[in-house]
């Protein structure tokens, strides 16, 4: 069962999550101007593990035959025979009555709002069959995460900054398209839609820069609009090293340091971002 467990957590790339969870905990932070309630910050964090397998789930679901077929994917647990679709299955649907319980434990809002943000993350999974917008669709669900924390703790959408959803919605869909360069000749091939596979790697980076530029410029429009002190701007400085740094290390035409630019630096990013805020509204921000 254990290793079972593990081949479901590497399948989903739980690791991952500390894309999202950060800047859910940082809409937590901002709504309640500092620590949430233990039980808030519990349920928080439970919601967002639940919504991020469940969708991380049903993706691999969904993209098994492509994942066969693609020699980079083909030896994911679930094109391997490592788990079986059932198995697959039982940890999307398990995962997601977890999200809308915690949903549930935190407030009548949360609850109400949970289908729709379920829905656009379990949908972006099917959008790389009708458009290359793909990587706008996920950063649009998982700009809902810090939304997700702010109702979490006011239960109202009064007040919150949207720059805040802005700006994760452009850092999303930049480091996305980076990342969906190594698939751009396979997917071009399957009929499947990406902007590096429509427009070309070159081009790629070229909008995933100018996204990321966006993303920068609204994470610094957020400081601004909450009222954040010169903390969350040193953390707006390292971000903007970070983005840097992730376009210098990978390039179109050699892209064999994109998972160090994918995980260390957006990792890096989403947890600076989040314990400079914190940092800032502990000072008096």
């Known amino acids: 069962m254990w290793h079972k467990l593990k081949l479901l957590a590497e399948m989903i790339k739980f690791e991952h999550t500390v894309f ?21 910050f519990f349920w928080v964090i439970l919601a967002m593990v639940g919504a991020r397998t469940c969708a991380m789930g049903f993706n691999r679901i969904a993209d098994r035959r492509f994942d066969a077929a693609n020699p980079r994917t083909a ?4 094109p391997a025979g490592q788990v079986s679709l ?7 649907i398990g ?53 997700g924390g702010w109702v979490a703790v006011s239960a109202s959408f009064q007040g919150y900054p949207w720059v805040l959803s802005l700006g994760v919605l452009f850092w999303v869909a930049g480091f996305d398209c980076v990342y969906a360069c190594q698939d751009a000749d396979f997917d071009r ?24 530029v966006l993303a920068f410029l609204l994470f610094i429009l957020t400081g601004l609009q909450t009222g954040l ?24 035409r050699d892209l064999s340091r994109i998972k160090q630019s994918f995980f260390s630096m957006n990792g890096l990013i989403s947890l600076t971002l989040f314990i400079t805020t914190c940092i ?3 000072t008096g921000a």
Do not use: D
């Open 20 to 40: 999202a969870m950060p800047f859910a905990l940082t809409g937590a932070f901002l709504a309640a101007r500092g620590a949430p309630s233990l039980r808030v």
């Open 75 to 78: 030896n994911r647990a679930l």
């Open 86 to 92: 059932f198995e697959s299955w039982a940890m999307v």
């Open 95 to 147: 995962a997601g009555a977890l999200f809308f319980f915690a949903c549930f434990m935190l407030n009548i809002l949360a609850l109400q709002i949970a289908p729709l943000a379920l829905a656009l993350t379990l949908f972006y999974s099917l959008t790389k069959r009708f458009t290359w917008l793909c990587h706008v669709v996920l950063g649009l669900a998982l700009a809902i995460s810090p939304l």
């Open 189 to 212: 091939e399957a009929g499947l839609f990406s902007m590096p596979s429509i427009f070309g790697r070159r081009n790629g980076f070229k909008i995933a820069v100018a996204f990321h």
């Open 229 to 252: 002190n010169y903390w969350y701007y040193g953390g707006i400085a390292v971000t903007g090293v970070a983005l840097f740094y992730q376009h210098l290390i990978v390039n179109p």
């Open 280 to 282: 800032a509204l502990a």
